[in-house]
C-alpha cells in the first residue's frame, strides 16, 4: 500500500486548500478512506472519512460544513476540500486506508499552516 499526500502549504484565516492523496499498489476501491490530522502536542484525530464507494461520508464536529472529502475512484485519489480554513486547523494532515481486514494504512503527511 502507498498513500502520498500532496496539497498542503501555508494559507491565511478563511482561505481554501485542497488536499490530495494518491493511493497505488492495493485495491483502492475496497478502502475506506480517512483524512487525520495531527497538531503539535496533540494526538491524532479524524477530520474526515469516506465509504469505499463515496456513498457515505462523515466528518469531525469541528469540520463540519467547512471541509468536504471526496474520491475518484478511477483515479485512486482522494481529497480533502477546506475552506474557511482556521488557524486551529493547523496541522499535519494524513491520508488512511482501511480496508476490508481493518489493518490501516497511512500516508507521510502534508503540512497545513493556517496564519496571518
Known amino acids: 500500500v502507498q498513500l502520498v499526500e500532496s496539497g498542503g502549504g501555508l494559507v491565511q484565516p478563511g482561505g481554501s486548500l485542497r488536499l490530495s492523496c494518491a493511493a497505488s499498489?492495493?485495491?483502492?476501491?475496497?478502502?475506506?478512506m480517512s483524512w487525520y490530522r495531527q497538531a503539535p502536542g496533540k494526538e491524532r484525530e479524524l477530520v474526515a472519512s469516506?465509504?469505499?464507494?463515496?456513498?457515505?461520508?462523515n466528518y469531525a464536529d469541528s469540520v463540519k460544513g467547512r471541509f468536504t472529502i471526496s474520491r475518484d475512484n478511477p483515479k485512486n485519489t482522494i481529497y480533502l476540500q477546506m475552506n474557511s480554513l482556521k488557524p486551529e486547523d493547523t496541522a499535519v494532515y494524513y491520508c488512511?486506508?482501511?480496508?476490508?481486514?481493518?489493518?490501516?494504512?497511512w500516508g507521510q503527511g502534508t503540512q497545513v499552516t493556517v496564519s496571518s
Open positions: 469516506i465509504s469505499s464507494t463515496g456513498g457515505r461520508t
Open positions: 488512511n486506508a482501511r480496508g476490508p481486514d481493518g489493518v490501516p494504512y
Open positions: 499498489r492495493f485495491t483502492f476501491s475496497r478502502y475506506v
